[in-house]
Structure formats: C-alpha cells, structure tokens
C-alpha cells in the first residue's frame, strides 16, 4: 500500500469554469488597480495616472462576469 494520491478525474471541463476563472482574473487585477491608486496618493505628491483608474474598474467588471457565471450555473427549482 503506497501513499499516492487518488487520481483526480480528467474529463473534459465545462465551459463555463473559463468565465470563472476570467471573472476572478479581473477581479484580482482590479483590486490591485484600487491598492496601486491609494499608494500612489501615499508615496507622492501626484494624482495617480488615468490607467490605474481604467484597471481599478476591472473590479467591478469581473464581479459582474462571477455573477452571470453564478447565475448561468445555478440549477433551476422546478
């Protein structure tokens, strides 16, 4: 008896798992956009430049992307 892990299934992935994964990419990136912004207003004396305000509203894009996935995955109640 040996300590190897179970083998994990390899069946094809749906394709809904990519709008997750895409939702939750943009997500991270915009959150890192909002903590860019506030320690840029720390550091310096400079208004932070008008791309971090572009990646800062990645955020919300990639909630709303998590949300149609969420929605588009729940099962239907009959």
């Given at each position: 008896?040996?300590?190897?892990?179970?083998?994990?299934?390899?069946?094809?992935?749906?394709?809904?798992?990519?709008?997750?994964?895409?939702?939750?990419?943009?997500?991270?990136?915009?959150?890192?956009?909002?903590?860019?912004?506030?320690?840029?207003?720390?550091?310096?004396?400079?208004?932070?430049?008008?791309?971090?305000?572009?990646?800062?509203?990645?955020?919300?894009?990639?909630?709303?992307?998590a949300?149609?996935?969420?929605?588009?995955?729940?099962?239907?109640?009959?």
């Open positions: 008896m040996t300590n190897s892990p179970e083998p994990t299934p390899t069946g094809p992935r749906r394709s809904g798992d990519r709008l997750l994964h895409v939702a939750l990419a943009l997500f991270g990136i915009g959150i890192l956009g909002v903590v860019a912004i506030f320690v840029t207003s720390i550091v310096s004396d400079s208004e932070p430049g008008l791309v971090l305000y572009g990646v800062a509203m990645l955020a919300p894009v990639g909630f709303l992307l949300l149609i996935f969420a929605l588009r995955s729940g099962r239907r109640a009959r």
